[in-house]
């Protein structure tokens, strides 16, 4: 699955090359990760990386939620 969110505003991040603006995420998923990556304010997705082994995805949504303030 390969998918992008592109963001209301402007967010910076920390990358290979230093520190940028974000305007979005991309996410690629297969059976056993999740790979997050920042999509840069000029539409270019970031030299920067997360991976999240698939059996932690409940996990993080929960605490994203609860960050967000999203009751369940």
Do not use: H, W
């Not at 920042?38 to 932690?56: D, F, L, Q, Y």
Request: with cysteine; glycine share 8%; net charge negative.
């Amino acid at each position: 699955m390969y998918a992008k969110i592109n963001y209301d505003r402007n967010v910076n991040f920390i990358g290979r090359n230093g520190y940028f603006k974000a305007s979005g995420l991309d996410i690629y998923a297969n059976e056993s990760i999740i790979i997050l990556q920042p999509i840069t304010s000029k539409g270019a997705v970031g030299r920067c990386s997360i991976e999240i082994p698939i059996e932690n995805i409940a996990a993080l949504m929960n605490i994203l939620a609860e960050a967000a303030g999203i009751d369940e």
